[in-house]
């Protein structure tokens, strides 16, 4: 079956460095990725979409990379701040156009 | 402003007393989906909704109903719910156009507690 696997362990870094999750996929070639973030209590809210025959995306400190050979993309903020610190979760279209399937997020934890 | 809502957001029932959580929202989205949320496991999709009286199950239907009367509606029901239901419970619109097809917009949560 179509599986997203994500970092359950938490990341911890320090302020001003750069963080970087990692999302893997099995079992499937999704024509996109895309990248959430959740804080507690609250509802994903949309980051990045990445497609398959892009190699990256950027949004202001975040940058995105997928790698159909690895079947992975990597998910990166530079420069992070306290304010970064949430669970991010990434998820791609199933083989029904209408699904979604997420992982299970890692959480990000960014120290003053 | 652009969102979706959920109705109620915190939730205390006993078993077997039906429920339903609503779910609404105003960009005029075609999709619509609910999802579980459970420790460890992630988001999991219940039922989704490709458009008006368009449904079909997600990974874990059972014990779940959905209804699409309107568009902007989609009101998830537990005809008898169990304590294995208790979870956080997000609605969520999409469309599949866009420079971000399928880009989710989720609610606030309901958080549900079947004792």
């Known amino acids: 079956s179509q599986k997203i696997e994500q970092n359950s362990e938490a990341l911890n870094i320090q302020e001003g460095k750069t963080a970087t999750l990692t999302c893997n996929y099995t079992?499937?070639?999704?024509?996109?990725l895309q990248w959430y973030r959740q804080d507690p209590g609250r509802g994903p809210v949309f980051l990045l979409l990445?497609?398959?025959?892009?190699k990256e995306k950027r949004k202001e400190r975040l940058k995105v990379t997928f790698d159909t050979t690895l079947k992975q993309s990597l998910f990166h903020i530079t420069a992070s701040q306290p304010a970064d610190s949430a669970t991010y979760l990434c998820?791609?279209?199933?083989?029904?156009?209408?699904?979604?399937?997420f992982g299970s997020g890692t959480r990000l934890l960014v120290r003053p | 402003e652009a969102q979706v809502t959920q109705n109620p957001r915190y939730l205390i029932t006993v078993t077997g007393k039906k429920l339903t959580v609503t779910c609404s929202q105003n960009?005029?989205?075609?999709?619509m989906s609910w999802y579980r949320q459970d420790p460890g496991l992630g988001l999991r999709q219940i039922y989704y909704?490709?458009?008006?009286?368009?449904?079909d199950k997600g990974d874990v239907p059972e014990g779940y109903k959905v209804s699409r009367k309107e568009k902007r509606n989609f009101p998830l029901i537990l005809e008898s719910p169990s304590p294995n239901q208790t979870s956080l419970y997000f609605c969520?619109?999409?469309?599949?156009?866009?420079?971000?097809?399928?880009?989710?917009?989720f609610g606030p949560g309901t958080r549900l507690t079947v004792t």
């Open positions: 969520a619109s999409s469309s599949p156009s866009g420079r971000s097809p399928y880009e989710q917009y």
């Open positions: 079992n499937y070639s999704p024509a996109y």
């Open positions: 990445i497609r398959e025959n892009e």
């Open positions: 998820a791609f279209r199933g083989d029904s156009s209408y699904k979604l399937i």
């Open positions: 960009m005029n989205h075609e999709y």
């Open positions: 909704s490709m458009n008006v009286e368009v449904t």
